[in-house]
């Protein structure tokens, strides 16, 4: 009852395109799990500083759809390739939602984008009490002045004299100059870090907001085939 019979040469058409979004699809999926991974593991350290964790939250949203993605390709390639009516209407309604989603955590990245700038100072200011206090906190600082070579959110001068390790220069990993004795630009990063933070969540923000949305696109084009694959098998 489900199955399809024949179909006229458009109706192929659709089924055959179906197919090869679907392909697309599931690597549109994969590019949207590895950039959201690799920003949530590897570029998130400075997420700690920040009380609004909007940034982390839309990027969990994408790195889910984009796993989801991958599997629902699957079952679009079966119902296509199968010509099964209630696998497409399955299909349909999943990457709907999916779609949906993905569109709205793309947008999500581009609004925190521009977002950042007017908390982020205020937010990081915020975080210097707990240096040493709570441990993340310090692993927070310590990684983002460490990675962007900063000190402090405007200047070194934030922490009043009581410059964590992590403001020394890095000779390499393991080894820094003595700043705390000697602060001067030879020895300790002068530069603060909010200007370099928020430049580098904005940059995140538009590697993963821009793999959502152009997974979205596709999958669009994947729903208007399904749906009409689905009225053209009988």
């Not at 909010?194 to 904005?202: A, G, T």
Request: glycine share 8%; proline share 2%; aromatic share 10%.
């Amino acid at each position: 009852m489900g199955m399809g019979g024949a179909m006229d040469s458009c109706g192929r058409c659709m089924k055959f395109s179906l197919i090869c979004i679907n392909v697309i699809t599931l690597v549109g999926g994969a590019l949207a799990l590895g950039i959201g991974l690799w920003v949530w593991t590897s570029r998130s350290f400075s997420s700690t500083l920040l009380s609004n964790n909007m940034f982390i939250a839309s990027v969990a949203v994408v790195v889910a759809m984009g796993a989801a993605m991958m599997v629902l390709s699957l079952l679009g390639c079966c119902g296509a390739a199968k010509e099964v009516k209630c696998m497409l209407l399955t299909y349909y309604i999943l990457v709907f939602i999916i779609f949906v989603v993905m569109l709205v955590g793309g947008i999500l990245q581009f609004v925190f984008r521009e977002k950042v700038l007017t908390t982020i100072d205020r937010e990081m200011y915020a975080a210097i009490p707990y240096y040493g206090v709570k441990h993340e906190y310090t692993v927070a600082w310590d990684d983002t002045q460490t990675y962007l070579q900063c000190c402090g959110v405007k200047s070194y001068k934030d922490w009043n004299g009581n410059y964590p390790e992590s403001c020394c220069m890095e000779l390499y990993p393991g080894k820094r100059l003595d700043c705390k004795t000697s602060s001067n630009p030879t020895t300790m990063y002068m530069d603060g870090c909010l200007n370099k933070v928020v430049e580098f969540l904005r940059e995140d923000a538009v590697y993963v907001g821009a793999a959502a949305i152009v997974v979205a696109l596709i999958m669009l084009l994947a729903l208007i085939l399904s749906c009409g694959l689905f009225v053209k098998i009988e």
